[in-house]
Structure formats: structure tokens, C-alpha cells
């Protein structure tokens, strides 16, 4: 008997009470994927800015089209998917994403980047509520440690692909960004198994529904405050990644006079840490209270980014890890902490989080890299180190006492 044989055949009430490993893991693979995919297009702007001379406001205009799609729709599917949901939405998305990345790979003007780049962004937009609703429901209630599995997958992704640019892409030129589409067929073929196992067990929506939603002893009016709070936290968290994920090597670049090769290798040393921040922070917060954290992640990064613009090519390197452990470990706490504020909402919310962190990355890159054309790419850094400051604002988040 094959793995999604057996997944599919766990009886659904156990499952709404226990933490399915096997689901989490492999949603998690899918994400590493999609997003190693998605991580792919700021990778190459080193090599797209010179094949087609582009100013630093034209490649922050690329991601800012590519998060405005990947941030406008995911709400929306969101809230639908809530009522209706599609399984095999997640075939769908991986579709959009490599035929975004084979355009990339034989663009020959700016429009056909930015085309490009749109799909990638609708396939982000239709992949992650979706896929984030497979990590709640195999959570088991234990929602932050699903929701660190699932965004280690994402994080992991983004951090290798930047590496297999500079190994695939750099050296031999643009056409080769089409081998990144091998790992959107596998993709494909894991993300029909999951869509396979949610199919056969959508009762596990009813039982998460009936036995381990809970509700907020807060008013809407606190519960719209805290909202409004988390959103200006996934502002100056994605509005300063923004600077490290676009702009980075081009810092490195231009300060230490690295290349382009040189220059991946520590945004994959950046990304990595990125990674291992998301997977500390769900457990975490399951532990000791997600607002701590929350409130330790963000403001906690202000004093690493302050000396950032300051260091010197090593300490550089050291505080890029640091800075990267200590941001990332916000996000699955802000989105659980978010879905435990609107119980039965989890597409919605994932949605809506999902694609404003996307939309802030985008509108971060393009006006930061309208700055460094007026000013340069090391003013940039002084300016958004500043960012987490904003982390103070966790102190206005109520302590939340669920109630089954």
C-alpha cells in the first residue's frame, strides 16, 4: 500500500484530534517547492538588470507586480475556498507558477517580465489559503507547530533558490531558468496526493468545526484593533524583508564589491536563517503565547538591524543570520494568533495575511528601490533599519483565553 493509500484511509474523527506528521510534511514539501519557484524571480534581477539595463525602479516595479497579484486575489480565495472548498485548487496554482517561470526563462522585453512575473503571482494568490487549510486540518490542534512546518517548507524554498540560481541560472544565462520547472511537476504529482487525502476527508472540516474551534471573549471592536495591530506588524516585518530579499545583493555588491555568485551565497545564508526562525516560532508561541513572541520577533530585530549599515563584510554576514532567526519567528505566531481572533475563518484570515505580507513586500521593493535610485542601495539600509521599532506595537495586543 502506497503513503496516500494510507493516509487516506485514517479515520477522519481521529484525525481532527490528531496531529497528521504525514500531511503537514508533505504540504510543507509543496511549499518548498512552489516557493523555490516563487524565489527564483528576485534571484535572477542581478542577471535581468543587466540583460536588459534596468533601473533599480523598474526591478522594484517586477516585484511589485509580482506581489500584487500574488496579494490581491488571496483573500478572496480565501474567503470562498471557506465555503466551498477546492482540493484541487492546489494543481491549479503550480500550473500558473511554471507557466509564469517559462515565460521568465524566454522573456525577451520588460512586459514580458512583468507578465510573467503576474503569473507567478496568481499562483501564489490560489496555492496558499488553500494550503494553509491543509496545515490547520491536519494540525491536531496543535496549530503553530503545523503552521512553523508549513511556512519552514515555504522558507526553506525561498532560501535554496537563490542558491540553484546562482549554481543553474548565473552562470549560463536566462534561458536556463526553465529548469525550474522540473519542480513544479513534482509539484504537481504531491499536490494531487494531498488534494486526494482533503477530498476523501472533508469531514475533518465538520469535526474541527464542532470540536476544536473556540471562541473569543472579546468584543469586535477589540478584535478589529488587534487586526489592524497585526497588520501593521506584517508591515514593518515585509516591508523591511523586502529590503534584505530584492535589494541584498545588490548592498553586497555595491558596499564589499562582491559578484553576483558571491553575493547569492549570502542571500542564501539570509534566507536559510529565515528559515530556521519560522520553524522556532510556532512552538514557541504554542508554549509560551504567541503575542510574546510576536512581540520578542519583531521589536527584537531592531537593535541587529541599527548596526546592519554600520558592519563590516563578516559582521555583516553574522547579523544577516541573526536578523533572519529573529524576524521570521513572528509570522506563524501573527497568523495563528490571527485565526484563534476569527474562529472558522482560517482561509480568510490566511488569505488576507497571506497577501498583505505579499502586497507589503511588493510596495516595500518598489518604493525602495525608488530611493535607491535617488539616493543609493547603502541609504536604503539606513532608512528601513528603523523598521522594527514598529514592534512595539504588540504591546496593545490582548492576551486571548480561548473557550471551547
Known amino acids: 500500500m502506497n503513503s496516500s493509500t494510507q493516509i487516506a484511509t485514517i479515520d477522519s474523527s481521529a484525525l481532527a484530534q490528531k ?11 509543496a511549499h518548498l517547492l512552489n516557493d523555490l519557484m516563487q524565489s527564483v524571480i528576485p534571484s535572477t534581477y542581478p542577471i535581468l538588470k543587466e540583460n536588459f539595463n534596468l533601473s533599480f525602479t523598474q526591478i522594484g516595479l517586477i516585484t511589485f507586480v509580482f506581489q500584487l497579484t500574488a496579494s490581491l486575489l488571496q483573500p478572496f480565495v480565501g474567503f470562498y475556498t471557506d465555503k466551498k472548498p477546492k482540493p484541487y485548487s492546489l494543481v491549479a ?8 517561470l517559462g515565460l521568465l526563462s ?26 494553509s487549510r491543509v496545515a490547520f486540518l ?13 511556512q519552514l517548507g515555504g522558507n526553506a524554498g525561498s532560501a535554496i533558490g537563490p542558491l540553484l540560481v546562482a549554481l543553474v541560472v548565473a552562470p549560463y544565462g536566462q534561458s536556463y531558468v526553465i529548469w525550474f520547472v522540473i519542480a513544479g511537476v513534482l509539484g504537481i504529482m504531491i499536490l494531487s496526493r494531498i488534494a486526494l487525502w482533503y477530498e476523501n476527508h472533508m469531514s475533518l472540516r465538520a469535526a474541527k468545526k464542532s470540536g476544536l474551534e473556540e471562541t473569543v471573549p472579546l468584543s469586535n471592536r477589540k478584535i478589529t484593533i488587534s487586526i489592524i495591530v497585526l497588520l501593521l506588524l506584517i508591515f514593518s516585518k515585509f516591508f523591511y524583508m ?6 541584498f545583493t545588490f548592498y553586497l555588491m555595491s558596499k564589499f564589491s562582491l559578484d553576483i555568485q558571491e553575493s547569492q551565497y549570502y542571500l542564501f545564508i539570509f534566507l536559510a536563517s529565515v528559515a530556521a526562525g519560522t520553524l522556532i516560532g510556532g512552538p514557541l508561541g504554542d508554549h509560551f503565547g504567541r503575542k510574546y513572541i510576536i512581540w520578542f520577533s519583531i521589536l527584537g530585530a531592531a537593535p541587529f538591524t541599527l ?10 554576514g553574522v547579523l544577516a543570520v541573526i536578523i533572519g532567526i529573529v524576524i521570521a ?76
Do not use: C
Request: net charge positive; glycine share 12%.
Open 329 to 404: 519567528s513572528a509570522f506563524s505566531a501573527i497568523l495563528v494568533y490571527a485565526q484563534e481572533l476569527k474562529p472558522g475563518k482560517v482561509g480568510m484570515i490566511s488569505g488576507l495575511f497571506f497577501g498583505f505580507a505579499f502586497g507589503m513586500g511588493g510596495l516595500g521593493s518598489a518604493i525602495l528601490g525608488y530611493i535607491a535610485d535617488k539616493t543609493s542601495i547603502e541609504y536604503v539600509y539606513t532608512i528601513s533599519s528603523y523598521l522594527p521599532l514598529i514592534g512595539v506595537l504588540a504591546y496593545f495586543l490582548p492576551n486571548i483565553q480561548t473557550k471551547k
Open 242 to 247: 523586502a529590503s534584505m530579499s530584492s535589494y
Open 307 to 316: 548596526l546592519l549599515p554600520y558592519a563590516n563584510l563578516f559582521w555583516t
Open 138 to 150: 491536519g494540525s491536531g490542534g496543535k496549530r503553530g507547530l503545523a503552521q512553523s512546518i508549513f
Open 106 to 131: 524566454i522573456s525577451t522585453s520588460f512586459w514580458m517580465i512583468l507578465t510573467s512575473v503576474a503569473l507567478v503571482g496568481v499562483g501564489s494568490s490560489i496555492f496558499h489559503p488553500e494550503a
Open 93 to 100: 496554482a503550480m500550473l500558473f507558477t511554471i507557466l509564469g
Open 19 to 29: 496531529t497528521v506528521y504525514s500531511v503537514l510534511f508533505s504540504i510543507a514539501f
